[in-house]
DNA sequence: CTAGGTGCAAATAATTTGCAGAGGC
DNA sequence: GCCTCTGCAAATTATTTGCACCTAG
């Protein structure tokens, strides 16, 4: 797994210079994948040169999170961590108080939530922290839990990635079969019958991907989540479903419903597809994200036309209406 | 405002022995409303008694975070922070990185959230800690910023509950109306329509309640929001009445919809009421916790009761059906 | 009487700073 | 040549510990 590293000189701060020292120090900790303290850090970068000092190290420290490059986190054990900030802008910590491991996880409900709490608050975030302390089940109970450390975690948020992409898919596909029964206008049938034909075979696509992705490695099914998100159950596709099914829903409707939905998918897989870094799961949500657009797209031009026609309808009635009077 | 203190003596972890040091710190504490350092402790406690050494200072302040009293909370100065933990159990923090002031909120729905993730992830949490960091308004523009300071957090949580409270009796009764409106068996709309009278009763309270409030600080209405809560405006009656509004429902499922809706706003209502002391906010949520609960008990009772005789119907005619067979 | 609490001073641990010298621009 | 970085050692800061003594149960 060779990673790409992000460029390096542009990430630097005003006025700083290029030192081989800064540039060593900046390379080792992009290589390591935990959360360093800073001593640790001193060590990996006194294995490859002697001659750094300790006060270099911090000083390095504090210039990479002043640009951006690395972030502070506290776990409370009277001594910061550092970790790249370019892997994951914005995730969360669980820390166990008994064997002061910690374990990530991705929240999208819940970042969107902080979003619209500064906002309202006119604060202008730049960082949000979340971390849940407690103890962890391997504590509690003893011993046999997946793990899920900072090797597997890119496979793991692929997994999860896909699996909200094909729970997505799954409801868009629903949505869209019944949604075309339900529409009488045949240009609108057409559209949705055109759209369920898409969400199935790129459900086929996503499915045979995620067979492949599972044989990599036999327990990946079996780890724990990483990237929570209730989009996919609770909103998005599930909820348009839903009104449908309780019917009395006119043509122009459902249209509007698959635009809401759309909409919601695309922002939810342009927004992680473009926060991370390159991985598998990147790709898929990008590719996700694509596609969902163009759907987006088609439905809001279908929406156009229909108004459009009904409209002339309606006038046309409506002058019929006034010649009669 | 003389604010009664918890009781002390329950506080007490395993083997604690009393001691008047101990007791004096503790109470020092309580009595404070900020975040203090240890040293802010150590002067305010040095005050009463100059015989306090700094080491107890730190011995008692691990004794209390480890019974539960105190919480250690970090901002990254590099020295740690302490609060009364029983004033508000899990609240968040702004914390701006130019000026270096926190400022609180609470959030129902990140709660929730992160109930539901350490639950997925069986984490046994004891504590969540959610610290927004950036630029706060007043370091941004300039200067005028209506406060929301530790002196009066209470009084503008006392009118945010409220403020929720009035929406979630607004919501409960345009849906109790609709409901009476649309249920044709007698029994049910007579319960319907009860409880749009007790609904409206109660919001008539509520309002005179709110304008007092206001009155006593002209600048409440102004401040920014504390409690943060999507409920009474994307769930609980809000949606049960959108549900109503689209029609096709049922006189048990409107049953079955306003039991869904007093269940959680009881629940909400109870969680916070009970995790607060004592103030105008928590008497605000107990009661209303009591009327929630009452109105879905009698739901309850009366969805048994259309049931049972539904059940009745549909046995008796079944019945005659075979007869004429 | 004894386990645990307390003050003082010294120890520890993480991080910062002063200063003389080295190196990039 | 100037300005910034760098290493070293010393300083600073928050917090903990050793130890002799004290106090509640």
Redesign the interface.
């Known amino acids: 797994m060779n990673r790409p590293l992000p460029d390096i000189s542009s990430l630097r701060p005003r006025g700083g210079k290029r030192s081989s020292k800064r540039d060593l120090i900046l390379n080792v900790f992009m290589r390591q994948e935990g959360h360093l303290s800073a001593d640790d850090l001193y060590d990996l970068v006194r294995r490859e040169d002697a001659g750094i000092g300790r006060a270099t190290v911090y000083r390095t420290l504090q210039w990479m999170v002043g640009a951006g490059v690395a972030r502070?986190v506290?776990f409370?054990e009277g001594r910061?961590r550092f970790e790249p900030s370019f892997r994951h802008p914005r995730h969360f910590h669980?820390v166990c108080?008994t064997c002061h491991r910690s374990?990530e996880?991705l929240?999208s409900?819940?970042e969107a939530?902080?979003d619209?709490?500064?906002l309202?608050?006119?604060?202008?975030?730049?960082?949000?922290?979340?971390?849940?302390?407690?103890?962890?089940?391997q504590c509690?109970t003893g011993r046999p839990v997946p793990v899920l450390d900072h090797g597997i975690t890119e496979r793991v948020f692929a997994r999860d990635a896909m699996r909200i992409a094909i729970e997505t898919e799954r409801s868009g596909l629903e949505f869209y079969t019944r949604a075309a029964s339900l529409t009488r206008d045949p240009q609108g049938k057409a559209t949705f019958e055109r759209l369920a034909k898409e969400e199935k075979e790129h459900l086929g696509t996503l499915e045979r991907r995620y067979a492949e992705l599972l044989a990599e490695d036999p327990d990946l099914e079996a780890r724990?989540?990483f990237l929570?998100f209730k989009g996919p159950a609770n909103g998005l596709f599930a909820e348009g479903a839903a009104e449908l099914r309780?019917?009395?829903v006119t043509d122009l409707q459902a249209l509007l419903i698959g635009i809401r939905c759309e909409r919601g998918s695309h922002k939810f897989f342009k927004r992680y597809g473009e926060r991370f870094e390159d991985s598998e799961g990147k790709q898929i949500f990008l590719e996700f994200a694509a596609e969902e657009r163009m759907h987006l797209d088609m439905l809001i031009r279908e929406y156009r036309e229909q108004r459009e026609r009904l409209g002339t309808k309606r006038r046309r009635r409506a002058a019929a209406g006034r010649s009669v009077q």
Chains 1, 2 share one sequence.
């Open positions: 502070k506290d409370g910061s669980f108080n374990s996880f929240s409900d819940i939530l902080i619209e709490i500064a309202a608050r006119e604060f202008a975030m730049t960082q949000a922290v979340v971390q849940v302390f407690g103890e962890c089940e509690r724990p989540t929570f309780r019917g009395g």
